[in-house]
């Protein structure tokens, strides 16, 4: 746990010990299905999807069930998809929500927030998908302590079509750590990645777990 492969690289620790740093699905093939993908013929764009067939009734029914309603004149021609992480909510019972803008680009700077010790809570996401499906989108967070990892999680969000409206993805229910050793400062490391391994989300930020929940 402790070894140097188990520390960010973009990370140093200092002498206090702290530490700088809903959906559609679609059937997409994987890294399991190499021989399937060679009978797949070359790729068609969502643009040329929805406007095949379009006069026939079934067949555009069944396409909507496949990939959403999605109107064809709004879809590029690009068919590589623009997935955009618009914002993280922290919710737990009996408080309001913190609601936490992402900005393109930029880790959040100083501490992003805090967390009450031994509180029940879950994250919240909104999530834009444009031009093309994404496949196998996947969550992953790790967190460090004093320069030490404590907790590595993934969580496989699945396939979306592109939208107009952002998607709302929520994650499993966690709850914080209690005590002494468990307050005080943590940084994390959070990704949005595809199958095809695209990153899409990258960012590195500090929280808090305290006694209690902050006052901002």
């Given at each position: 746990?402790?070894?140097?492969?188990?520390?960010?690289?973009?990370?140093?620790?200092?002498?206090?010990?702290?530490?700088?740093?809903?959906?559609?699905?679609?059937?997409?093939?994987?890294?399991?299905?190499?021989?399937?993908?060679?009978?797949?013929?070359?790729?068609?764009?969502?643009?040329?999807?929805?406007?095949?067939?379009?006069?026939?009734?079934?067949?555009?029914?069944?396409?909507?069930?496949?990939?959403?309603?999605?109107?064809?004149?709004?879809?590029e021609e690009?068919?590589?998809?623009?997935?955009?992480?618009?914002?993280?909510?922290?919710?737990?019972?009996?408080?309001?929500?913190?609601?936490?803008?992402?900005?393109?680009?930029?880790?959040?700077?100083?501490?992003?927030?805090?967390l009450k010790?031994?509180?029940?809570?879950?994250?919240?996401?909104?999530?834009?998908?444009?031009?093309?499906?994404?496949?196998?989108?996947?969550?992953?967070?790790?967190?460090?302590?004093?320069?030490?990892?404590?907790?590595?999680?993934?969580?496989?969000?699945?396939?979306?079509?592109?939208?107009?409206?952002?998607?709302?993805?929520?994650?499993?229910?966690?709850?914080?750590?209690?005590?002494?050793?468990?307050?005080?400062?943590?940084?994390?490391?959070?990704?949005?990645?595809?199958?095809?391994?695209?990153?899409?989300?990258?960012?590195?930020?500090?929280?808090?777990?305290?006694?209690?929940?902050?006052?901002?």
């Amino acid at each position: 746990m402790g070894s140097d492969s188990d520390r960010d690289p973009d990370i140093e620790s200092d002498s206090e010990g702290k530490v700088s740093r809903h959906h559609s699905q679609s059937s997409c093939p994987t890294e399991d299905d190499e021989d399937l993908s060679l009978h797949l013929g070359p790729k068609v764009s969502l643009k040329e999807h929805l406007e095949k067939d379009k006069d026939d009734e079934s067949l555009r029914r069944w396409k909507e069930q496949l990939i959403g309603s999605v109107d064809a004149n709004v879809v590029e021609e690009n068919q590589e998809p623009d997935v955009k992480i618009l914002s993280l909510a922290i919710v737990s019972p009996g408080r309001p929500d913190i609601l936490l803008p992402i900005l393109e680009g930029e880790n959040p700077k100083g501490l992003w927030f805090t967390l009450k010790e031994g509180s029940n809570y879950h994250l919240k996401f909104n999530i834009k998908v444009s031009n093309d499906i994404v496949c196998g989108l996947k969550y992953t967070n790790t967190v460090w302590k004093t320069g030490i990892k404590v907790d590595s999680s993934k969580e496989m969000l699945g396939t979306f079509s592109p939208q107009a409206d952002p998607y709302t993805q929520e994650m499993p229910e966690e709850t914080t750590p209690a005590g002494i050793f468990a307050r005080g400062q943590y940084t994390a490391r959070s990704k949005f990645v595809d199958d095809d391994n695209k990153c899409y989300l990258d960012i590195n930020y500090t929280f808090d777990i305290q006694k209690d929940w902050s006052k901002h």
